[in-house]
């Protein structure tokens, strides 16, 4: 059983275009399982965020506070 240059490296080569092709593949595999896992999380946090809201109830706003009208600046006769 001995090892040969054949078993380890394929002898025909690869067209540019077959490689562009596996290469797209690859990154679009990746890039899918990118957004699944991104949608995932999201939809997490979103359940938690809501989740936290309904435990804290309705909470009142703060008042806010009016400002008094800006002084016009003294005029120079």
Known sequence: MTATKGEFFNPAKLSPRDKAEATD????????????????KTEKLRALRLQQAAEAGPEAAPAKKRRSPAKSPARRP
């Not at 890039?31 to 896992?37: L, N, T």
């Open 25 to 40: 593949h690859t990154a679009r595999a990746i890039i899918e399982a990118e957004a699944s896992a991104r949608d995932k």
